[in-house]
């Protein structure tokens, strides 16, 4: 078991190496992807400049903080589109019946649905998340906490992609559903946590997991508590599982559509 689980993360990462690689082909516009990113999600703060000239802090946060925030949501965002990226696309795969030449692969079908495709500009994104935390300030314990929670984020993001993009096996427009629920936790992670109230948050906690992708990263880097720790953790494993779960159950409803395609 633990010998399988070795070979398909080896696989996975040798995907993505492949994916990054080909990308590279045309390095004028790989850099360029890159850096447009970066000036894109830079350009954005300039609304929080200007806000926090009239408010000293909104949500509980101060500039600083709203930076931290954004750096957390761009990284998270960023990593699971370098890594995970055909998740966001999952939904027209299994609609149109294009899961064919997955299934034929040895190795576990939906770690190679979702590592089959990586997105160049991400990587502006998660240069920029580490720009923002540069800027509110780099300690060694930031860079830590920084780094795994933008691993977890990534992971509970793509998870959840899953689970929406895996409705597509019973669902007509299942697509939808999925790139409505993913472009609002994508939305939502760069607004301060402290501006949603109630059941809002406990939402966002649970069901939506911008609290757990982003918010509270960020509050442990701040203040660093275990229980916050233990519940990242936790929800990060739940929440894979699930995914897992899902799309397996769903794809024993799977229909072909006899359209066979090679991956090289």
């Known amino acids: 078991m633990l010998m399988e689980v070795k070979s398909q993360i080896k696989v996975m990462f040798l995907s993505i190496k492949y994916n990054i690689m080909k990308q590279m082909t045309n390095k004028v516009t790989f850099i360029t992807n890159i ?10 703060i300039l609304q929080w400049i200007i806000l926090f000239n009239i408010k000293d802090e909104i949500g509980g946060y101060t500039f600083k903080e709203v930076i931290l925030l954004w750096g957390m949501a761009a990284s998270t965002f960023g990593l699971s589109h370098i ?12 609609i149109n019946g294009k899961l064919d ?4 692969q040895p190795k576990n079908v939906l770690i190679n649905i979702i590592t089959s495709d990586t997105s160049v500009s ?3 994104d998660l240069l920029y998340g580490y720009i923002c935390l540069a800027i509110y300030g780099i300690t060694f314990k930031n860079i830590i906490l920084f780094s795994l929670f933008t691993i977890t984020g990534a992971i509970v993001i793509t998870a959840f992609v899953c689970i929406c993009s895996s409705t597509s ?4 427009k299942g697509e939808i559903l999925a790139d409505s629920l993913s472009s609002l936790v994508i939305h939502i992670a760069t607004y301060p946590g402290g501006i949603f109230k109630d059941t809002i948050k406990v939402l966002l906690y649970t069901i939506i997991p911008v609290g757990v992708s982003s918010y509270l990263g960020v509050d442990l880097i701040l203040a660093f508590n275990i229980k916050g720790f233990i519940y990242i953790m936790v929800f990060t494993i739940i929440i894979t599982i699930l995914a897992f779960l899902v799309f397996n159950k769903g794809l024993k409803k799977y229909s072909s559509s006899n359209l066979m395609s090679s991956r090289i």
């Open 35 to 44: 850096l447009f990113m970066i000036l894109n999600n830079a350009s954005f």
């Open 83 to 94: 890594m995970f990226y055909k998740a966001f696309h999952m939904s027209d795969l299994i």
């Open 101 to 104: 030449m997955f299934l034929v």
């Open 122 to 124: 991400a990587i502006g």
């Open 169 to 172: 096996f019973w669902i007509t």
